[in-house]
Protein backbone atom coordinates (compact mmCIF):
# COMPACT_ATOMS: atom_id res chain seq x y z
CA UNK A 1 0.00 0.00 0.00
CA UNK A 2 2.54 2.39 -1.26
CA UNK A 3 1.60 6.13 -0.93
CA UNK A 4 4.04 7.52 -3.48
CA UNK A 5 6.20 5.09 -5.19
CA UNK A 6 8.68 5.64 -8.07
CA UNK A 7 10.60 3.44 -10.43
CA UNK A 8 13.31 2.71 -11.23
CA UNK A 9 15.17 3.24 -7.82
CA UNK A 10 18.55 3.26 -9.22
CA UNK A 11 19.30 3.98 -12.72
CA UNK A 12 23.14 4.08 -13.92
CA UNK A 13 23.24 5.39 -17.66
CA UNK A 14 26.03 6.96 -20.12
CA UNK A 15 26.42 10.42 -21.12
CA UNK A 16 23.88 11.43 -23.78
CA UNK A 17 21.73 8.57 -23.60
CA UNK A 18 17.63 9.73 -22.72
CA UNK A 19 16.03 7.86 -20.10
CA UNK A 20 12.42 8.47 -18.09
CA UNK A 21 11.97 8.40 -14.33
CA UNK A 22 8.28 7.21 -13.18
CA UNK A 23 6.35 8.44 -10.50
CA UNK A 24 2.88 7.77 -8.97
CA UNK A 25 0.73 8.14 -5.90
CA UNK A 26 -2.09 6.71 -4.70
CA UNK A 27 -3.12 9.13 -2.05
CA UNK A 28 -6.11 10.78 -4.21
CA UNK A 29 -3.95 13.90 -4.14
CA UNK A 30 -4.07 16.87 -7.22
CA UNK A 31 -0.44 18.21 -7.11
CA UNK A 32 2.87 16.08 -7.83
CA UNK A 33 6.47 17.18 -7.63
CA UNK A 34 9.83 16.58 -8.34
CA UNK A 35 13.05 17.67 -6.58
CA UNK A 36 16.29 16.89 -7.05
CA UNK A 37 18.75 16.16 -4.07
CA UNK A 38 22.37 16.79 -5.60
CA UNK A 39 25.68 15.92 -4.05
CA UNK A 40 25.88 18.53 -1.60
CA UNK A 41 22.56 17.25 -0.02
CA UNK A 42 20.11 20.10 -1.01
CA UNK A 43 16.63 19.33 -2.14
CA UNK A 44 15.37 21.69 -4.67
CA UNK A 45 11.98 21.79 -6.35
CA UNK A 46 11.98 21.32 -10.08
CA UNK A 47 8.40 20.70 -11.11
CA UNK A 48 5.00 21.26 -10.22
CA UNK A 49 2.14 19.87 -11.22
CA UNK A 50 -1.64 20.53 -10.40
CA UNK A 51 -4.48 18.77 -12.23
CA UNK A 52 -2.01 17.87 -14.60
CA UNK A 53 -1.33 21.28 -15.49
CA UNK A 54 2.72 22.66 -14.82
CA UNK A 55 2.43 25.32 -12.21
CA UNK A 56 6.19 25.49 -11.29
CA UNK A 57 8.94 25.02 -13.52
CA UNK A 58 12.12 26.03 -12.15
CA UNK A 59 15.27 27.21 -13.97
CA UNK A 60 15.73 23.73 -14.94
CA UNK A 61 17.25 22.53 -18.45
CA UNK A 62 14.72 22.10 -20.84
CA UNK A 63 16.00 18.35 -21.60
CA UNK A 64 13.83 17.95 -18.26
CA UNK A 65 10.71 17.00 -19.25
CA UNK A 66 7.67 16.32 -16.90
CA UNK A 67 4.72 14.56 -18.00
CA UNK A 68 1.43 14.71 -16.30
CA UNK A 69 -1.06 11.63 -18.16
CA UNK A 70 -3.03 11.63 -15.51
CA UNK A 71 -3.06 13.05 -11.45
CA UNK A 72 -2.29 9.93 -10.29
CA UNK A 73 1.11 10.07 -12.10
CA UNK A 74 4.31 12.06 -13.10
CA UNK A 75 6.82 11.26 -14.86
CA UNK A 76 10.58 13.17 -15.49
CA UNK A 77 12.06 12.40 -18.88
CA UNK A 78 15.41 13.37 -19.49
CA UNK A 79 17.32 13.46 -22.87
CA UNK A 80 20.60 13.83 -23.52
CA UNK A 81 21.54 13.01 -20.13
CA UNK A 82 25.07 14.87 -18.93
CA UNK A 83 27.33 14.12 -15.88
CA UNK A 84 25.72 16.93 -13.56
CA UNK A 85 22.68 15.15 -13.76
CA UNK A 86 23.76 12.49 -11.58
CA UNK A 87 21.35 13.08 -8.80
CA UNK A 88 18.70 11.66 -6.28
CA UNK A 89 15.29 12.46 -7.99
CA UNK A 90 12.42 12.49 -5.76
CA UNK A 91 8.73 12.83 -6.11
CA UNK A 92 5.95 13.75 -3.83
CA UNK A 93 2.24 14.50 -3.68
CA UNK A 94 0.42 16.69 -2.05
CA UNK A 95 -3.56 18.35 -1.52
CA UNK A 96 -3.95 21.28 -3.33
CA UNK A 97 -2.21 24.00 -1.78
CA UNK A 98 -1.26 21.77 1.73
CA UNK A 99 2.32 22.23 2.26
CA UNK A 100 2.26 18.92 3.40
CA UNK A 101 3.75 16.35 0.65
CA UNK A 102 4.53 13.06 0.90
CA UNK A 103 7.97 11.65 -0.70
CA UNK A 104 8.73 8.92 -2.82
CA UNK A 105 11.49 6.70 -1.75
CA UNK A 106 13.91 8.52 -4.81
CA UNK A 107 15.58 7.23 -7.61
CA UNK A 108 19.55 7.43 -7.93
CA UNK A 109 20.67 8.43 -11.08
CA UNK A 110 23.99 7.84 -11.88
CA UNK A 111 25.06 9.28 -15.21
CA UNK A 112 28.96 7.86 -16.60
CA UNK B 1 20.20 31.52 -2.85
CA UNK B 2 19.36 29.34 0.01
CA UNK B 3 16.60 30.88 1.52
CA UNK B 4 16.07 28.29 4.57
CA UNK B 5 19.25 27.27 6.54
CA UNK B 6 20.41 24.16 8.85
CA UNK B 7 24.00 25.55 9.92
CA UNK B 8 24.78 22.32 11.83
CA UNK B 9 25.47 19.69 9.98
CA UNK B 10 25.77 16.88 12.44
CA UNK B 11 24.62 16.18 15.84
CA UNK B 12 25.28 13.29 18.50
CA UNK B 13 23.44 13.08 21.35
CA UNK B 14 23.15 10.36 23.95
CA UNK B 15 19.96 8.37 24.82
CA UNK B 16 17.32 9.87 26.84
CA UNK B 17 18.49 13.31 26.78
CA UNK B 18 16.96 16.11 24.73
CA UNK B 19 18.01 17.03 21.02
CA UNK B 20 17.57 20.43 19.67
CA UNK B 21 17.85 20.85 15.70
CA UNK B 22 17.80 24.18 14.53
CA UNK B 23 16.72 26.37 11.27
CA UNK B 24 16.91 29.64 10.27
CA UNK B 25 15.03 31.25 7.27
CA UNK B 26 15.33 34.28 5.29
CA UNK B 27 11.97 35.10 3.25
CA UNK B 28 9.34 36.93 5.55
CA UNK B 29 6.35 35.45 3.40
CA UNK B 30 7.12 31.76 4.52
CA UNK B 31 3.93 31.02 6.66
CA UNK B 32 4.39 27.13 6.82
CA UNK B 33 7.01 25.42 8.66
CA UNK B 34 7.95 21.35 8.38
CA UNK B 35 10.42 19.19 9.72
CA UNK B 36 10.97 15.80 7.51
CA UNK B 37 13.47 12.79 8.71
CA UNK B 38 14.97 11.08 6.73
CA UNK B 39 16.44 7.40 6.55
CA UNK B 40 19.44 6.52 4.11
CA UNK B 41 18.18 5.33 0.74
CA UNK B 42 14.45 6.55 1.85
CA UNK B 43 12.18 9.47 0.77
CA UNK B 44 11.90 12.25 3.36
CA UNK B 45 8.50 11.48 5.91
CA UNK B 46 7.09 14.18 7.20
CA UNK B 47 7.38 14.22 11.50
CA UNK B 48 6.09 17.62 12.46
CA UNK B 49 4.49 21.38 11.11
CA UNK B 50 3.64 24.71 12.58
CA UNK B 51 2.06 27.56 10.62
CA UNK B 52 3.50 30.78 11.17
CA UNK B 53 0.08 32.04 13.30
CA UNK B 54 1.67 29.78 16.31
CA UNK B 55 5.08 29.58 18.17
CA UNK B 56 4.46 25.98 19.38
CA UNK B 57 3.42 22.75 18.13
CA UNK B 58 3.97 19.07 20.34
CA UNK B 59 3.34 15.85 19.38
CA UNK B 60 4.39 13.47 21.63
CA UNK B 61 8.20 13.37 21.81
CA UNK B 62 8.56 16.42 19.16
CA UNK B 63 8.12 19.64 19.58
CA UNK B 64 8.32 22.59 17.07
CA UNK B 65 9.28 26.22 18.09
CA UNK B 66 8.94 29.52 15.88
CA UNK B 67 10.32 32.48 16.65
CA UNK B 68 9.18 34.47 13.66
CA UNK B 69 10.73 38.14 14.41
CA UNK B 70 14.01 36.07 14.56
CA UNK B 71 13.18 34.06 11.62
CA UNK B 72 13.97 31.31 13.45
CA UNK B 73 12.37 27.37 14.55
CA UNK B 74 13.64 24.50 16.17
CA UNK B 75 12.74 20.81 16.95
CA UNK B 76 13.02 19.51 20.38
CA UNK B 77 13.17 15.26 20.39
CA UNK B 78 13.07 14.75 23.94
CA UNK B 79 13.34 12.09 25.19
CA UNK B 80 16.20 10.80 22.22
CA UNK B 81 16.19 7.37 21.36
CA UNK B 82 18.49 5.56 19.22
CA UNK B 83 15.88 4.80 16.35
CA UNK B 84 15.65 8.86 15.86
CA UNK B 85 19.21 9.18 14.38
CA UNK B 86 18.74 9.94 10.91
CA UNK B 87 18.63 13.45 8.81
CA UNK B 88 16.33 16.23 9.45
CA UNK B 89 15.55 18.60 7.36
CA UNK B 90 13.60 21.66 7.90
CA UNK B 91 11.30 22.99 5.21
CA UNK B 92 9.17 25.91 4.39
CA UNK B 93 6.40 26.93 2.19
CA UNK B 94 4.56 30.31 1.31
CA UNK B 95 2.16 31.65 -0.58
CA UNK B 96 4.90 33.82 -2.85
CA UNK B 97 5.53 33.18 -6.01
CA UNK B 98 7.19 29.64 -5.40
CA UNK B 99 3.82 28.32 -5.41
CA UNK B 100 3.69 25.23 -3.60
CA UNK B 101 7.24 24.37 -3.60
CA UNK B 102 9.07 23.65 -0.03
CA UNK B 103 12.27 25.31 0.81
CA UNK B 104 14.50 23.10 2.48
CA UNK B 105 17.51 23.21 4.26
CA UNK B 106 20.43 21.16 3.75
CA UNK B 107 20.15 18.53 7.02
CA UNK B 108 21.14 17.72 10.35
CA UNK B 109 22.23 14.66 10.49
CA UNK B 110 21.61 13.16 14.52
CA UNK B 111 23.19 10.35 16.00
CA UNK B 112 22.01 9.25 19.16
CA UNK B 113 23.89 7.01 20.86
CA UNK B 114 23.14 4.15 23.60
Not at chain 1, 23 to 28: A, D, R, T
Not at chain 1, 53 to 74: C, G, M, Q, Y
Not at chain 2, 40 to 62: H, M, W
Request: proline residues 5%; hydrophobic residues 30%.
Amino acid sequence: DTAVSQTPKYLVTQMGNDKSIKCEQNLGHDTMYWYKQDSKKFLKIMFSYNNKELIINETVPNRFSPKSPDKAHLNLHINSLELGDSAVYFCASSQGTSALQYFGPGTRLTVT
Amino acid sequence: DQQVKQNSPSLSVQEGRISILNCDYTNSMFDYFLWYKKYPAEGPTFLISISSIKDKNEDGRFTVFLNKSAKHLSLHIVPSQPGDSAVYFCAASGNSNSGYALNFGKGTSLLVTP
